[in-house]
């Protein structure tokens, strides 16, 4: 059964820091792994999607990248900007892309 | 903007009570699939539809149940509401649900049992 684990739960940080989201999962048999946005009460956006025979992808300031051998990914915000202030949620889709499977999420804060 | 529609955005039963909460994809997604969120949760795969069939299903009783119709809208049906069904309730389709495309979102709708 696949858990997917975020870490930190909530993140404060000045704007203009590099930020790093941890995510992990239980099983590396996963199709993807996908980053999402999520602004209170909305729906999400996906950021970035990672394929499974890919280690990275990039979009703009975010860098996520895949270990599926350690069970692993990480997203990376360049430059944090107060508009940033979102949840952002990891999500690992089985093979045969019939569930996805979403961590908590980070609650990241970026101080003006 | 994801091209994804929800309706209504807030709903409000009572214990006991049905629901039906309406999605309409994106032209030319053949999938869609249904998730539950609880506040401070992430989003809890209940079942996900392709081509009018279920093809898959998460840790979600039977009064939970679904349909997909030819013209990329979905229903989500909810029977004997209890408490605990208190949620967003989102849908999000892809193309071909195979996991090689992103999911897209709508924006959801939140439901309250009192």
């Known amino acids: 059964k696949q858990e997917v684990t975020q870490i930190p739960a909530a993140l404060s940080v000045p704007e203009g820091e590099n930020l790093v989201l941890n995510c992990s999962f239980t099983?590396?048999?996963?199709?993807?792994l996908q980053w999402f946005r999520q602004d209170p009460g909305k729906g999400l956006t996906s950021l970035l999607l990672i394929q499974s025979s890919q280690r990275e992808q990039t979009s703009g300031r975010l860098n996520a990248s895949l270990d599926k051998s350690s069970g692993r990914s990480t997203l990376y915000i360049a430059a944090s900007q107060p508009g940033d202030s979102a949840t952002y949620l990891c999500a690992a889709t089985n093979t045969g892309g019939f569930k996805t499977i979403f961590g908590a999420g980070t609650r990241l804060f970026v101080k003006a | 903007e994801t091209g994804v529609t929800q309706s209504p955005t807030h709903l409000i039963k009572t214990r006991g009570q049905q629901v039906t909460l309406r999605c309409s994809s994106q032209?030319?997604?053949?999938?869609v699939s249904w998730y539950q969120q609880a506040l401070g949760q992430g989003p809890q795969f209940i079942f996900q539809y392709y081509r009018e069939e279920e093809n898959g299903r998460g840790n979600f009783p039977p009064r939970f149940s679904g349909l997909q119709f030819p013209n990329y809208s979905s229903e989500l049906n909810v029977n004997a509401l209890e408490l605990d069904d208190s949620a967003l309730y989102l849908c999000a389709s892809s193309p071909t649900g195979t996991g090689v495309e992103k999911l897209f979102f709508g924006s959801g709708t939140q439901l309250s049992v009192l």
């Open positions: 099983d590396s048999a996963i199709y993807n």
């Open positions: 032209s030319g997604h053949n999938t």
